[in-house]
């Protein structure tokens, strides 16, 4: 079976020449759920730019990406960014539409999905991310947790094969990131999450990509990483406490 | 001006029209408004007397309608000014003053007794371009995401001014107004990623 996402030699330079990611190889199954962890700038969030094909500007003629088997080319970039759903960091740059339901049916629209199969679709985004009856509400009234489960039905309503997940937590307060990590972990299908939220890929995440000024150092199972706790301190992460405070003979103990 | 709570759950007066009729009302209101005479006139009484019947309708608040026309009064006046490069210069000034307040009046009562969502349905009804539309949704989406970002901004700056200094304020205030557009033309390079992230072409 063809991995769900599969990266070869993928490197990429900023206008201007910062390097933000280098030579990054490695390969996600489906149904596998990975964390993409690394300090601020080691290019967590350019990574995920390119699964998408938001990046780079020009696509080259060779791949380096593939989604479910398929190449990301020119020519199939429209295919792979409705099979790779995007969250972006910052609910705000996601949700463009004034009300709740042009937000989520944004994406179907573009696909060509109108009428009743549309208002379908939306309600059962909606509901799946516990948002049912806020089709009228304005995404300026939300609060941060309310938009960042819209721009997830958003993304949800494009039916995509992987989901990609920029800081999904990030800004969220304590109750809203329990929320926001029980609704992550009922999404059946790939998922990759980048994230300094250590806790949610102990609770997620089955194998972790560590990545530091743009080259992939490790790939490996999320407990094993997380709990080198000098390999974590030395490129900028720390051992989650989910881990300090386990017990020693409680489950992978 | 678009950015109030749009509440009337008994839905009375204009509140209970649709918002095609509305908008079809406001610009039949505004066409016949711009074309009256070029001084001013007593036919004036008769849009003014409409407008005054609708606004009670509305029940729209005057501090409302008085905040958001002193924020849109200088143009009005910058544009009557131009006038005064004609030869009957006094009457064209006022007429244009005139028409030019009743003409933003209507329009605000619009956007007080509709929400701007069903603003866009017309218009999107009514086969208005594509880009026109979503430059309107964008506006009126990211409308109070800079206002935040603004008072956000104007905050850091004030807690860190420790001079009373008139030169000062004016100098932080375009500091705020500069830095204010490079955060804005980052947030749209985002906004269209994010759009493109959603099969937007």
């Known amino acids: ?253 | 001006m678009l950015q109030h709570k749009q509440t009337n759950p008994n839905k009375i007066g204009l509140w209970r029209l649709g918002a095609g009729p509305k908008l079809a009302l406001t610009m039949l209101f505004v066409f016949v408004t711009a074309l009256g005479p070029r001084r001013p006139d007593a036919v004036y009484l008769i849009p003014t007397a409409v407008l005054g019947v609708f606004w009670c309708l509305s029940r729209m608040p005057v501090l409302f309608a008085l905040k958001r026309l002193v924020v849109v009064e200088p143009f009005i006046v910058g544009v009557a000014i131009l006038a005064l490069v004609r030869p009957e210069t006094k009457p064209v000034f006022y007429a244009v003053l005139l028409k030019s307040n009743l003409c933003v009046l209507a329009v605000l009562m619009l956007g007080y007794t509709t929400p701007f969502h069903e603003l866009l349905d017309v218009l999107r009804r009514m086969r208005v371009p594509g880009p026109l539309l979503t430059t309107l949704a964008l506006m009126y989406r990211y409308l109070p995401v800079l206002a935040e970002e603004s008072v956000r901004m104007q905050r850091a700056r004030a807690s860190r001014t420790f001079s009373p200094r008139r030169i000062v304020l004016w100098r932080n205030i375009a500091g705020v107004a500069a830095r204010l557009f490079v955060r804005a033309a980052d947030r749209a390079e985002r906004i269209y990623l994010a759009m493109c992230a959603r099969g937007w072409k």
């Open chain 1, 1 to 253: 079976m063809n991995p769900a996402i599969e990266v070869r030699h993928l490197s990429y330079s900023y206008p201007g020449g910062r390097r933000a990611l280098d030579d990054v190889s490695f390969a996600v199954a489906p149904d596998e759920c990975v964390g993409v962890l690394g300090p601020n700038g080691a290019g967590k969030s350019t990574l995920l730019l390119h699964l998408n094909g938001l990046l780079p500007e020009h696509m080259p003629d060779q791949p380096h990406v593939w989604v479910t088997g398929e190449p990301l080319t020119r020519k199939t970039v429209d295919r792979i960014r409705q099979k790779v759903g995007l969250l972006f960091q910052d609910p705000d740059d996601q949700l463009i539409a004034a009300t709740v339901f042009d937000d989520v049916a944004f994406g179907p629209r573009q696909l060509g999905i109108e009428g009743a199969e549309l208002e379908k679709l939306v309600v059962s985004c909606l509901d799946m991310v516990g948002l049912g009856g806020f089709e009228q509400r304005q995404p300026h009234r939300l609060s941060q947790g309310e938009k960042r489960r819209v721009c997830l039905a958003g993304v949800l309503a494009c039916k995509p094969a992987v989901l990609v997940l920029d800081e999904p937590t990030g800004g969220l307060d304590p109750r809203g990131r329990r929320e926001f990590k029980q609704l992550l972990q009922s999404l059946p299908g790939t998922k990759l999450i980048a994230t300094h939220d250590l806790e949610l890929v102990v609770d997620l995440c089955t194998r972790v990509l560590v990545l530091d000024q743009g080259r992939l150092i490790r790939d490996g199972p999320a407990l094993d990483v997380l709990a080198d706790e000098p390999f974590m301190l030395a490129h900028g992460l720390e051992k989650p406490h989910a881990l300090l405070h386990r017990h020693p003979h409680g489950p992978n103990a």
